[in-house]
Each structure stands twice: as structure tokens, then as C-alpha cells.
């Protein structure tokens, strides 16, 4: 039988690049970020646990919508950098008693709300073949390596580069050992695949899109919102068009 998916997902960064508004929490199109992340993966049943890292002081009075939206979130204290709320999210999904445990694990960024049902599950094939997969998009931009003074020192071959993204996808087990000794040797990493590459593991890229992207500056907010409105739109069409093959309008 195959293994059930579980979810990491660190949102206690402290949102500095947008004036010290938390990330998790900003209103898109009238919800928060994090909802917005969050529900793909709930919509999978494939997924049996997911583990929410939140910043410390929100746990004693987290967000209601939060709380009472699925039985299989847990809220957890994240830590002083996203390795260390991540190694947390994932200790709790070992430690969450499901009866079917996680087999592949899933880390996902709280403040990027336009992942795809599509995505996720490209993620989680390549995971149970036993491979870390990171979901991405290839480099269109010329990118060019720059010494501490922003002076070119190289112009690396785009066509060998990826953006990394999130959802990333691991045998859970190996990316709780990764990360374990991670933090114990002290490396530092910006995001899961590097932590577990570091380990041994073998890493593949899979397509993500262009649009999933993390809310991190103030002009990223209005194009999220944008996005967002058109998938709404899309989804409205969608139904409108599979009610009128039948004789009747949309359920509202």
C-alpha cells in the first residue's frame, strides 16, 4: 500500500521586505495568504497531515479560520530561520500518530498562494520514485554573478538554470534525517532540495509555472490578487459551461 503525503509548511517569516506585515496572514482577494496555500494540498486525499509553522506568539491565539478548517492541520512554534521551522514542521508530521504516516513529504512556502492541484501532484510522483523533486520554472532572464561590489564576475548558461520553487517533495524519512544533521553541522541552505543534496540525495526539477510565486515585496501583492481573480474567473467559467451541457444554471 502506498504511504500517505504530508505537508510542511513554514509561515513565521517576520515579512521584513513588506514593512513587518507577516507574509501568512496579508489579505489577498480577501483572504489570507496562507489560506491561499493552503488549500490545494487539503483538497488531496492524498495528503493525512500538515504541519503549519507559525511564528511563536501566535500559537496561544492563532487565526479562527485556521483552527477550525481541518482536522488534519497542526500548528506548531516555527523557528528563528525558515531550516529551523521547517526541521519543526516535519518532526511534527513524524510525530502526528495518522494512521497512515507520511511516506513522501511535501514542503511548501506559507507565503506563495498560487501552487496548483497540477504541481503538487508532479511533485509527489517524482518523491515516490524516491527522488527529491522541486518543483520549478527554466531561467529566462540572462543572469549574470556579481562580487560584493556588484561587479560582473560571471554570466552562467540560463539554459542550465531553473528557478526554484515550492512545493518540494522528499521520502519523508530521508529529508527528516537531512535535515536533523543539518542543523546539528550547522549548514545553511535556502530551501529543502540544497539541505537534502547536501545529504546525498539525488534531486530532479519538475514544471512548476511562472505565476507561483512568493509574496515577498509590496508590488508582488496587486499581481497575486490579479492572478487569483483570473483562476476565480476560470473556475466560474468552468462551471457555468459544464451546468449548461445539463439544462441548469450554477448552484449558488
Known amino acids: 500500500m502506498t504511504g500517505g ?35 490545494p494540498f487539503l483538497a488531496s486525499d492524498e495528503v493525512v497531515a500538515v504541519a503549519v509553522a507559525l511564528p511563536g506568539e501566535d500559537l496561544d491565539d492563532p487565526p479562527g479560520w485556521l483552527t477550525g478548517w481541518d482536522p488534519r492541520i497542526r500548528l506548531i512554534a516555527g523557528g528563528g530561520t525558515r531550516l529551523h521551522s521547517v526541521l519543526a514542521a516535519l518532526e511534527a ?5 495518522v494512521d497512515d504516516a507520511p511516506e513522501v513529504t511535501l514542503v511548501h512556502d506559507g ?20 527522488e527529491g523533486t522541486v518543483a520549478g520554472w527554466p531561467a529566462v532572464d540572462t543572469l549574470k554573478e556579481v562580487d560584493g561590489n556588484r561587479m560582473v564576475v560571471a554570466t552562467p548558461d540560463r539554459r542550465q538554470l531553473w528557478r526554484a520553487q515550492t512545493p518540494q517533495a522528499f521520502p519523508h524519512d530521508r529529508l527528516l534525517e537531512a535535515y536533523r544533521s543539518a542543523v546539528q553541522a550547522g549548514v545553511e541552505a535556502t530551501d529543502d532540495a540544497a539541505i537534502y543534496a547536501h545529504a546525498g540525495g539525488a534531486v530532479r526539477m519538475v514544471e512548476g509555472s511562472p505565476w507561483n510565486f512568493k509574496v515577498t515585496h509590496p508590488d508582488d501583492i496587486p499581481v497575486a490578487e490579479f492572478l487569483l481573480g ?6 466560474a467559467d468552468s462551471v457555468s459551461a459544464e451546468d449548461s451541457e445539463v439544462g441548469k444554471g450554477p448552484t449558488r
Open 93 to 97: 508530521l513524524d510525530g502526528m500518530g
Open 230 to 235: 483570473r483562476r476565480t474567473d476560470a473556475s
Open 111 to 130: 507565503a506563495r498562494p498560487l501552487v496548483t492541484d497540477e504541481i503538487i501532484r508532479r511533485c509527489i510522483a517524482g518523491a515516490r520514485e524516491g
Open 5 to 39: 503525503v504530508g505537508v510542511a509548511i513554514p509561515a513565521a517569516g517576520a515579512g521584513r521586505r513588506l514593512g513587518g506585515r507577516k507574509k501568512a496572514y496579508l489579505e489577498l482577494a480577501g483572504r489570507p495568504v496562507l489560506q491561499h496555500a493552503l488549500e
